[in-house]
């Protein structure tokens, strides 16, 4: 038996129930906005910090995968996008791949995003971007949580042998 992977598998699961109540604080934070007009600014403020957050979530998920399973986390100073990318990589007798390329497709503009996130002040925000990013992000969401409740059962089998 592999407890730490049964333990992982249960962090995954909780930190997507987190996570999907961050997707919806960003859909009421857009359609909010597009409702009051007058405080836009603020409502989509509010629905970068929910796309920022549902990233960094799943970047946690992806950091606790590469230390329990992999045994290698990115430290380079691009580990941002090479653990996503190490995501989708088939590791022979250590693991499948976690993510499709396409949900690492998805994923890379929310990592873009992120880094705007951190490094631009809020009212240079692009609102036409965040409604973009938020519109999508209900679908993108649904798929890459597939693929990680996917892994989850992998890694419940896995640890039960």
Same mark, same amino acid.
């Given at each position: *038996? ?8 249960? %962090? ?7 996570? $999907? %109540? ?17 405080? *836009? ?15 960094? +979530?799943? @970047? ?7 230390? /329990?399973?992999? +045994? ?5 100073? @691009? ?32 990592? %873009? ?8 002040? /809020?009212?240079?925000?692009?609102? @036409? ?17 597939? $693929? ?10 896995? +640890?039960? @042998?």
């Amino acid at each position: *038996m592999i407890e730490s992977y049964i333990v992982l598998a249960g %962090r995954i699961r909780k930190e997507l129930d987190n996570l $999907e %109540r961050l997707v919806s604080r960003a859909n009421r934070a857009i359609n909010t906005a597009q409702k009051n007009p007058q405080d *836009m600014d603020l409502f989509i403020d509010s629905a970068s910090l929910n796309l920022h957050d549902v990233y960094s +979530g799943f @970047e946690r998920i992806f950091k606790q995968i590469a230390a /329990t399973v992999d +045994g290698n986390v990115p430290s380079s100073p @691009e580990w941002h996008r090479e653990l996503l990318e190490q995501m989708g990589l088939d590791l022979p007798k250590i693991r499948p791949p976690v993510l499709t390329s396409d949900s690492i497709k998805l994923l890379d503009e929310y990592l %873009r995003f992120r880094h705007v996130v951190r490094n631009v002040y /809020t009212f240079s925000f692009d609102p @036409e971007r965040i409604g973009r990013l938020v519109k999508g992000l209900e679908s993108a969401f649904d798929q890459i949580r597939q $693929e990680l409740l996917a892994f989850a059962s992998f890694l419940e089998k896995v +640890g039960m @042998e």
